[in-house]
């Protein structure tokens, strides 16, 4: 797991907690020092990325206000970059889906994150795509923050089996019903909506930039 200053913190601990049992998890950063979450929480790698090993089974990405800054890391892209083609498994949660794109590694493949930034996609080569999770390949993204949970239990019916999902599942007690019918665009009031949208923007913009920089075009996505 690639975690980074300003991170959203449920899109690491959700695939985390679903995940620990049965893996063993290294939690890489450039440094072991200190930083903090797009929260303000305190977070802390236990490995640094020059230490690493040269193969992992599982890489993941989770994302965060943070992402682009992420996305400019070129010590984070650099190990993505050389990492991912030999693991099992690419994965993401969330905006981590643009740091995997950062690094290119979605180039031709179906992917999802936040429903907000689908529009970002495009920009690194992949094929936006509205599910909760998206499997193509050995490529696994799950969407926006929470579906990390979800994403965490596809991964490890994938790995192992489902009957180990179900037990992971119902250790969590994860059986949602939200006490609002209001977590996607299609079924919320639009100035929620509205409201999300001028909360991203920033970070939709600041992919824009990266990709221009690095002397991409803009792709569109309807």
Request: aromatic fraction near 10%.
């Amino acid at each position: 797991m690639i975690p980074f200053p300003g991170l959203t913190m449920l899109d690491l601990i959700g695939p985390y907690e679903t995940l620990r049992e049965h893996t063993d998890v290294h939690l890489l950063h450039t440094t072991t020092d200190e930083f903090f979450s797009d929260s303000g929480a305190p977070f802390r790698a236990t490995e640094r990325l020059a230490d690493a090993a040269d193969h992992y089974d599982v890489i993941f990405v989770p994302g965060g206000n943070g992402t682009a800054d992420a996305m400019r890391d070129p010590e984070v892209i650099d190990f993505l970059a050389t990492r991912g083609p030999r693991a099992r498994y690419v994965t993401s949660v969330c905006t981590g889906s643009l740091v995997l794109g950062a690094a290119g590694l979605l180039d031709g493949y179906r992917a999802t994150t936040h429903w907000s930034m689908l529009d970002a996609l495009p920009l690194f080569g992949a094929v936006p795509t509205q599910q909760r999770v998206v499997i193509d390949g050995n490529r696994i993204t799950g969407g926006g923050v929470t579906a990390g949970i979800d994403f965490g239990l596809i991964l490890l019916a994938e790995m192992f089996d489902e009957e180990t999902a179900r037990y992971a599942q119902l250790l969590l007690e994860y059986d949602p019903h939200p006490p609002f019918d209001s977590g996607s665009p299609r079924s919320t009031s639009r100035q929620a909506v509205q409201r999300v949208r001028e909360y991203v923007a920033p970070l939709l913009t600041s992919c824009e930039r990266f990709v221009t920089e690095k002397g991409g075009g803009t792709a569109e996505y309807s």
